[in-house]
């Protein structure tokens, strides 16, 4: 499995701000994954994040309102800029693991966000 | 496009009864597919684990199976527990490199 930690764990901000969710593995890893799950709802995927290269984006999601790093591997971060009550979410990293079944995906604990 | 379905929504059990959790997706070409389980406000927990050219696996009270022809996946766990108490989510890879597409997920209830 992996160890993951996220931090800050929850905060409350206003609108018009940025918040960046650092994500911290305990081994290397090559690709992290960014995830969104509003409330109420499953997670969908942001972007990936490889190491020395730029995140990918998935449909709906920009790089000038979530621009995330990737300094090293087993480092990540993820700004949500110029917040909006509707970026209330929780925001979850994962990482890929190769196993015995194959490639396995791990999930940190989660930043939950709340814009007022 | 790929979408998984999860059914029912919601579950309530007494304990000790033995559950199925369905899970269906539309492109049955995929990578893995893969049960977590996620407590309130928390992270998600991998469960399991399966391949494309496998059928099942097996941890513990849960097993997992898989019909990819039929693009379906069951999670049965048994002899539930209020413990198991959470909503599971079901996912699947597919379409190039490695996202996950989530059901809605099942939330269970286990009742003592």
Same mark, same amino acid.
């Given at each position: ?17 940025s ?19 509003? %409330?109420?709802? *499953? ?11 730029? $995140?990918?984006? #998935?449909?709906? +999601?920009?790089?000038?309102k ?13 700004t949500?800029s110029n917040?909006? %009550?509707?970026? *209330? ?11 015995? $079944?194959?490639? #396995?995906?791990? +999930? ?9 | ?112």
């Amino acid at each position: 499995s992996a160890v993951i930690s996220q931090k800050p764990s929850r905060d409350i901000c206003q609108r018009g701000t940025s918040l960046t969710i650092q994500c911290q593995v305990d081994s290397q890893v090559t690709m992290m994954f960014w995830y969104r799950q509003q %409330p109420g709802q *499953s997670l969908t995927l942001i972007a990936t994040a490889n190491q020395g290269s730029e $995140a990918t984006y #998935e449909s709906g +999601f920009v790089i000038d309102k979530f621009p995330i790093s990737r300094p090293n591997l087993t480092f990540s971060t993820l700004t949500v800029s110029n917040m909006s %009550p509707e970026d *209330s979410s929780i925001y979850l990293c994962s990482v890929e693991r190769p196993g015995g $079944a194959g490639d #396995e995906q791990f +999930f940190g604990p989660g930043t939950r966000l709340t814009v007022l | 496009k790929q979408e998984v379905t999860q059914i029912p929504a919601a579950l309530s059990v007494p304990e000790g009864e033995n559950l199925v959790l369905n899970c269906s997706f539309t492109d049955s070409a995929i990578y893995n597919l893969q049960w977590f389980r996620q407590d309130p406000g928390k992270g998600l927990t991998s469960l399991l684990l399966i391949q494309s050219s496998q059928r099942e696996q097996t941890s513990g009270r849960l097993n997992a199976s898989l019909d990819k022809s039929s693009g379906r996946s069951t999670l049965y766990i048994a002899a539930s527990q209020p413990g198991d108490s959470a909503t599971y989510l079901c996912a699947v890879v597919s379409g190039g490199y490695n996202k996950l597409i989530f059901g809605a997920g099942t939330r269970l209830a286990v009742h003592p």
